[in-house]
Every structure is written in C-alpha cells, then in structure tokens.
C-alpha cells in the first residue's frame, strides 16, 4: 500500500527572494531523507508556497519501511565454544545481542578459520513513525540566505514558524519542532481567512488553500500577477513593463494579488526613463507603464496581497509612497547636475576601494591604463574613446543618485554624459562596462564598454590575488568567481585575439607600482583560476569534463578559440576507428616520458635504426603543417594529421629501446624524440585526459 504526505510550514512573512531556492531543496532533502530511511516512493514530490508557508506534497509513499537483511559476523568458533561444544560467554553474548538462540548460531568461513555469524531480517517500521523521526531534520536543513532565531529556541529558520501540518494517508505525523506541534490545522490568508481549517490530505488542503484566499502555487501567482497587472495598466490604455524578474519578486510578496494602476505628476517625466524606472522597481515593486509607442506614461501599476474595500484609497496610498520617492529623485538629479561628470574623478579619491588596493582612483588609475593596453591589441583605432570611457565609468559612483539608487550605477553616469553632450558611443560604454552584472545576464552591446569592463575585472581579480583575497569555499566577497566568467564571456562573444597570460601579467605590472606582487606565482594562480571558470562554464554547457579538460590542460590562453577546439575534438572523437589509435599512442609516449622532466636535445647523427629516422622526418613534417592549421582554426584537420604518426611511433616502440642502458647518449636521443613527439600532441589536445 501506499499513501501521500502533506507537510505545511506556517511561517512569518518570508523575504521574496528566499521563497524559490527553499522550494527547490524542500523535495531534495524529502526523497534523499526517505531514500536513507529505506522507504519507498513510487510517486514524486512537489513544493508549493507563499510568503507564509512552505508545502511538501509526497505520492505514493510505501506505509512501511523495507525490510532489512543484517548479516553479522561474530568472534571465532574456537573462542565461542569450548573442546566439548559448550557455548562459552563469547557465543551467549552473540547470541543475546542478535536476538537469537545459541542453536540459531551459524558459522562463516574466513582466511583467518571459522566465525560466528548471523543473518536475519529486520522487519521495516510503519513510514508514519519514521516521519516523525526524519521531518524535523528535512524542516531544520531547508537553507536560507539568511537564518534568523527567535525567543528562547536554539533553532535557526528564516521567519518565527507558527504552524505545521504533517499529514500521512489522512494521519497526523506527530513531532515538535522550533517549539511548534504537528497538526492538521492550517491557517488562510492573514487578513481575508485568518482563522484556522482543519484538512483531512493534500485534495483537501488544496481545496481549503482555494476557499481561503490562498494561490499557494508560485507558478499560478505569477500568471495572475502579470494578467491582472496587463487589466490595470489596460485601464489608463497602457501596457506593464514587460520584467519576469518583478513579477517573480512580486508573486513571492503575496498570497491573493489583486492590482491597482495609480499615477504621477507628468513633470516627474522629465527625469531620464532609467530613474523613474528603478524608483518604482527597485524600492515599490511597481510595474511601470508604457504607451502603444513604448513611451513611459505617468502611470504605474501595483500589486497588493489583499482584494481592496476601497481602491480609490490605496491608489492614492500609493501614489503618496511613490511621489515622495520620486521628488527625492529628482532633488538628487538636479543636484547632480550642478556638476559635470568628470569633475567627480577627483572625489574618488577619498573612497577607499580596498585598504591595500587603495582608493577607487588608484583603481580607475589602473584600469584606465590597461584598457588602452588592450585597445591598443585589439581596437587600435579607438584608444582615446576607451581611455575616456574608463576615466568616466566611476564617476556616478559619487552622486547623490547612486547613493540612494545603488542599482543606478553605469546607467545614471550614461545619461549624465548624454545630457553633457558626449557621444553615443561614450555614453553607452559608461554603461555597458557593467554587463554582464550577473551569470545570466546580456553582455556590453558596445565595443567600448566590453574592452573596459573586462578591463576593470582583470585588475580586480589580478589585484585581489596578489594581496592574497582569492576565493575559498563559498566565501567570494570580491566576487571573483562572477568577474572571471563575465570575462571569459566577453573575450568569447567577441572573438577577440587577446592572450589571457598576457593581459594578466599587464594587470599585474600595473598592480606592481603600489604593491610588492610575486608576479609568476600570482599569473599562475589567476590563469589557474580562469581556467578553472571556464571548465565550470562548458560543463554547465553540456560538455563532457574529459574533452574540455583535454583541451585546457594543452593550452588556456586564447579564449576565443577554446570552444572551436572542444567542438572539432567532440567530432573527431565520435570516429573511433580513428581516435582510439592517436589517442593510444599520445598515452604510450607520455608513459615513457612520466619520470622525465629534463628536455632534451635529438641529434640526428645517433639515430641506429631506420625507425628512428623514419619516426623523426614524420614529425618534423608533421610540425609546420599542424602548427600552420592550428593558427587557421582547423583544429579537426590538425588531429587528422597527427594520426598519421600511430605507425612511425609503434615502429619506433617495436624497433628500438628506449630506455637502453648500453649507452646514455643514445637513450637521451631516443628520449628526446619523445619529448618532441609530445609536444606536438599536447599542442592540439592532452590525451591523457581520455579513458581508453
């Protein structure tokens, strides 16, 4: 038989952005907690929730554990029972511990002679009575950002619980936990269905959850959200911004949305789209609105989690909050405006960026010069324009608009620069030098903007390694993680011929005028870091770690190729007939060469067998043409032609020894020829990465 389980977690307001990760550990923790306990689950599990509440919902759920088969071995026979068979206190006190009797004793034959031993089965507990033992933990390991404790309790939880509901095939799964008993009581919307309902399984608590005024599925919230959201700013003829970021953050705020569309004061138009947007967003969760043209009305919608007595009174509720928000500004923008942007340079440096790093300024300082390093490589035509984007990027940093619109940052500096007459392109590398802010965000749409971002993360990465601030663990303050992935990004989408071993040593020559860097170890640790981001990145991406691994371990610089390499190598892969042999003979030459550190030197004239020779005029025909179609970009071809040398090497392997002992000359040639041999390998891809 099987049965379902509810469990409901009744909680304080929970925060919007919390609501969603906790959701998605909830039946992670439950099937990995069942899976230990040995019971069955034929069924799934699914998560539901709001604000005030966390949902588990369990299908067919085995009503017992499985049974278990112990088989225990004891102490020796001889030590068990004495010379007449008697059972000595060794065997009774097996015995006893098993649950057996001395004539249930059985023997088991080791290397070491014959043991005591026992095999019996251990009937599985009712599912119901371990759900009281396991729920607890599932409930206590749910992880938050952000954990909180409340009263005398020691137990942590992201809001004070108030209610739980354990329900297994209409039973109450009995437990305490953060001080609160399981029940089957739960509670509807705070101020529409306050009172509490009891619920006999699932059917019923979804059915209860719809007559109290609760949408309990996330997923349905946010459809009503954005429609009733479309039904108000239909009212003033309008349409919502189009952002399933707001509408999530807005759906996880409420129980029963229900929408209102309140205005503004059209002079507040006059402060830039970006402005208006992010004080509605941002501080109101408002939804702007924008005409048939996509033109901002003085119109905004929002969503409120209670059905609304008189709406008249909450639009002008709202319309209160946010022209209060607004004025402020628009007293920031004009403030701002009594200033030109570049002025601002000099008050970065009174903001320290980082104690030994020292102040924002030294930081633009760097940046800047690196910037119109690598325009010089890759936008020659454009270093001025990049050295003036970078001199400005920071400048908004010091407004009064930043300071109280944080997320404005880039986006306040480009319309400062427009309204001050800069050029387009000026203004949007302002901008666009912060994309992407997160992993899944649009990279710069300009040339400008990518060259000095990726500027800017180079020396924050660099700049935090050589004082010794890398990432450990989760622990990523600086985000480095993040900056080295936006990087990695950009040089991607750009296909851009710039050397990561070189740009991180120019970062690191410009760091070393402040600090003392221990350059090579430094550059080691940074491109280690880099490459370690991008194999992240392509096994998100669907790679196999085997051929990413082959072609970063055989060379990580030029990022614009790296895909290319992986895709060329995923294909001549698939051909085994082909692929097995090379990658058999790279594997045989590396297993010679695994002691041998020193390179060494072929001379021509200790060649004794025609193996030798044959073996060697293949590679340095081999090596011009695979180098001339590595730098082409035709990496398949390029393993086409090393797969010609698996004859010339099994010869040389069948006719000679290597590793000789009747001359030292003569083994550090044949050695040496090796050395070469991998070499040319190991500069298309590293076989040794391939299980064979």
């Known amino acids: 038989m099987a049965s379902d389980l509810l469990l409901e977690i009744g909680t304080e307001e929970i925060p919007s952005g919390y609501l969603q990760g906790a959701l998605e550990a909830f039946a992670g923790l439950a099937e990995s907690a069942l899976k230990e306990a040995r019971v069955r689950v034929e069924g799934k599990f699914s998560t539901c929730g709001t604000p005030r509440r966390l949902v588990l919902m369990g299908s067919g759920i085995a009503e017992n554990q499985d049974d278990q088969v112990l088989e225990v071995t004891g102490p020796p026979k001889k030590v068990a029972f004495d010379a007449e068979g008697n059972p000595t206190k060794a065997a009774l006190g097996f015995a006893a511990k098993q649950g057996i009797t001395v004539e249930e004793i059985g023997f088991i034959e080791t290397p070491k002679g014959e043991y005591l031993f026992c095999r019996r089965v251990v009937p599985g507990r009712p599912t119901l009575e371990i759900l009281s033992e396991i729920l607890p933990g599932i409930i206590s390991s749910i992880p938050w950002p952000k954990s909180m404790r409340w009263g005398s309790l020691d137990f942590a939880f992201a809001r004070p619980i108030h209610w739980i509901v354990a329900l297994f095939g209409g039973k109450v799964v009995p437990f305490e936990t953060a001080g609160v008993r399981s029940g089957d009581e739960t509670r509807g919307h705070r101020f529409m269905a306050p009172e509490p309902r009891r619920v006999k399984d699932t059917e019923d608590y979804l059915q209860a959850m719809r007559e109290l005024h609760v949408q309990v599925d996330p997923a349905q919230r946010e459809r009503t959200v954005w429609e009733i959201a479309r039904q108000a700013a239909k009212s003033v003829g309008g349409v919502p911004s189009e952002d399933p970021g707001l509408v999530s953050t807005v759906a996880n705020l409420v129980e029963k949305p229900s929408a209102v569309c309140?205005?503004?004061?059209?002079?507040?138009?006059?402060?830039?789209?970006?402005?208006?947007?992010?004080?509605?967003?941002?501080?109101?969760?408002?939804?702007?609105?924008?005409?048939?043209?996509?033109?901002?009305?003085?119109?905004?919608?929002?969503v409120n989690n209670t059905e609304a007595r008189n709406e008249q009174v909450v639009r002008r509720g709202h319309e209160r909050v946010l022209r209060a928000r607004l004025s402020d500004a628009e007293f920031f923008f004009k403030e701002d405006r009594k200033r030109a942007l570049a002025d601002r340079l000099e008050d970065l440096k009174e903001v320290i960026y980082q104690a030994e790093l020292g102040t924002s300024f030294d930081k633009v300082e760097r940046f800047t010069a690196l910037a119109e390093w690598l325009a010089r490589e890759i936008l020659p035509e454009r270093v001025e324009e990049v050295g003036q984007v970078a001199r400005l990027c920071k400048c908004d940093l010091v407004t009064q608009m930043v300071d109280e619109f944080p997320s404005l940052q880039g986006a306040i500096g480009r319309e400062y620069a427009l309204l001050e007459g800069y050029p387009g392109a000026i203004c949007d590398g302002i901008r666009d030098h912060y994309r992407p802010a997160r992993a899944e965000d649009a990279l710069p749409a300009s040339d400008l903007g990518a060259v000095v971002g990726l500027a800017d993360r180079m020396d924050t990465i660099a700049g935090c390694f050589a004082i010794g601030q890398e990432p450990t663990g989760t622990a990523d303050p600086y985000a480095l993680r993040r900056n080295a992935l936006a990087v990695l990004r950009i040089l991607e989408d750009r296909a851009w011929t710039v050397g990561l071993v070189g740009f991180i040593h120019k970062s690191l020559e410009l760091l070393s005028a402040k600090l003392t860097v221990d350059m090579e170890n430094t550059a080691t640790a940074v491109l280690a870091f880099f490459r370690e981001r991008y194999k992240q990145m392509m096994l998100?991406?669907?790679?196999e770690t085997e051929l990413v691994e082959a072609v970063i371990s055989a060379g990580f610089d030029r990022?614009?190729?790296?895909?290319?390499?992986?895709?060329?190598?995923?294909?001549?892969?698939?051909?085994?007939?082909?692929?097995?042999?090379?990658?058999l003979t790279a594997k045989r030459v590396n297993n010679i060469l695994k002691k041998q550190v020193q390179p060494l030197k072929v001379d021509e004239d200790l060649f004794r067998e025609p193996c030798e020779t044959v073996l060697w005029q293949a590679y340095l025909k081999l090596q011009g043409q695979v180098a001339d179609l590595m730098e082409q970009g035709s990496y398949g071809e390029a393993l086409m032609k090393l797969s010609g040398l698996q004859k010339p090497v099994d010869d040389f392997f069948e006719g000679v020894e290597i590793l000789t002992k009747e001359s030292e000359a003569l083994r550090n040639n044949r050695v040496a020829v090796l050395q070469s041999l991998q070499g040319l390998f190991m500069s298309v891809a590293d076989f040794s990465k391939f299980a064979l």
Do not use: C, N, W
């Not at 998100?540 to 790679?543: A, F, I, L, N």
């Not at 790296?562 to 990658?583: G, N, T, Y």
């Open 262 to 302: 309140g205005g503004f004061e059209d002079r507040f138009l006059d402060l830039p789209d970006v402005v208006l947007i992010t004080a509605m967003r941002e501080h109101q969760k408002y939804f702007a609105v924008y005409d048939q043209e996509g033109r901002l009305m003085p119109h905004f919608v929002a």
């Open 540 to 543: 998100r991406g669907g790679y």
């Open 559 to 583: 990022v614009d190729s790296l895909r290319s390499r992986i895709e060329q190598l995923k294909r001549f892969k698939e051909d085994s007939a082909v692929f097995e042999p090379l990658a």
